[in-house]
């Protein structure tokens, strides 16, 4: 069974930082790409950040390049993303999730909540 | 950047009605590598179709997807009561993927 854990999610302040850790099982973690979604409260789906299965490319949205940083330990089989110089408008629930294309597994989600 | 807009933003129907969602590209999605997910409360969204026609494993036959270019519509020929959620369409074509701002179904 695929599973995807999140965990890292919390309460921070404006400027501060985080790192994001999701630990994967049931598959072959490094024959995938994966991929981070966030959604903030009330709204709806963004993609933000996804990896290559060696970790040699990375693809962000443009609102968190320079800030946020996708990676992999593939052999820990985890999946990870730090960001740094949080802002208000990063408040969400961040799902990883298997693949980067179209997604079949989701995570449960992590909440990280910006603000003073 | 390719921009989704999906429309009507809530529809209200009663079960066994059918509903007929769009999702309406800026540009278009290459090889229809359009997909559609459905979000209930509180859960992560779930795959319903994938390039743009495609049921994923375990989906009712009641869903169906249609389009091609920047004209994509995904119709749930009979509501049961638990296909009353939330709809995103998501392009997979091109980097950045995007979602669609969801469609809500709600109950009439």
């Known amino acids: 069974e695929v599973q995807l854990v999140e965990s890292g999610g919390g309460l921070v302040h404006p400027g501060g930082s985080l790192r994001l850790s999701c630990a994967a099982s049931g598959f072959t973690f490094g024959s995938y790409w994966m991929s981070w979604v966030r959604q903030a409260p009330g709204k709806g789906l963004e993609w933000v950040a996804t990896?290559?299965?060696?970790?040699?490319?990375?693809y962000y949205v443009d609102s968190v390049k320079g800030r946020f940083t996708i990676s992999r330990d593939n052999a820990k089989n985890s999946l990870y993303l730090q960001m740094n110089s949080l802002r208000v408008e990063d408040t969400a629930v961040y799902y990883c999730?298997?693949?980067?294309?179209?997604?079949?597994?989701w995570g449960q989600g992590t909440l990280v909540t910006v603000s003073s | 950047e390719i921009v989704l807009t999906q429309s009507p933003g809530t529809l209200s129907l009663s079960p066994g009605e059918r509903a007929t969602l769009s999702c309406r590209a800026s540009?278009?999605?290459?090889?229809?590598?359009l997909a559609w997910y459905q979000q209930k409360p509180g859960q992560a969204p779930r795959l319903l179709i994938y390039?743009?026609?495609s049921r994923a494993t375990g989906i009712p036959d009641r869903f169906s997807g249609s389009g091609s270019g920047t004209d994509f519509t995904l119709t749930i020929s009979r509501l049961e009561p638990e296909d009353f959620a939330v709809y995103y369409c998501?392009?997979?074509?091109?980097?950045?993927?995007?979602f669609g701002q969801g469609t809500k179904v709600e109950i009439k």
């Open positions: 540009q278009s999605v290459s090889s229809s590598f």
């Open positions: 990896i290559k299965e060696d970790g040699s490319e990375k």
């Open positions: 390039g743009a026609s």
């Open positions: 999730v298997r693949g980067g294309s179209y997604i079949i597994y």
């Open positions: 998501q392009q997979y074509g091109s980097s950045p993927r995007t």
